[in-house]
């Protein structure tokens, strides 16, 4: 089993700053991605970023510019600056491992002045 335990969402103004956290343990060994998804009201969830072990990136549009992942072992964070209202949603941790994926509980994020 694979626990995602994530930190750092919270309430921001616009054109503000967060960063997001999120720490894997347990059954984790070989390759696997780390990422971040978001799902706002009403809409479905959507890719922010991944990361590879090796540090490779992919970034959805919206995120390109503003957002940055990293990676530090089983840790992954997400620094996301420029935040615009339409950034607000839950972020999800997400972990993929041998064609399994393993999400965290999920953290608010709302921009709003």
């Known amino acids: 089993q694979v626990q995602l335990m994530e930190s750092g969402g919270g309430l921001v103004q616009p054109g503000g700053s967060l960063r997001l956290s999120c720490a894997a343990s347990?059954?984790?060994?070989?390759?696997?991605?780390m990422g971040w998804y978001r799902q706002a009201p009403g809409k479905h969830r959507e890719l922010v970023s991944t990361i590879t072990g090796g540090g490779i990136t992919n970034y959805a549009e919206f995120a390109e510019g503003r957002f940055t992942i990293s990676r530090d072992g089983n840790t992954v964070h997400v620094q996301m600056n420029n935040l615009r209202p339409e950034d607000t949603a839950v972020y999800y941790c997400?972990?993929?491992?041998?064609?399994?994926?393993?999400w965290g509980k999920g953290t608010l994020v709302t921009v709003s002045s």
């Open positions: 347990g059954s984790i060994s070989d390759f696997y991605i």
């Open positions: 997400n972990l993929w491992k041998s064609g399994i994926d393993y």
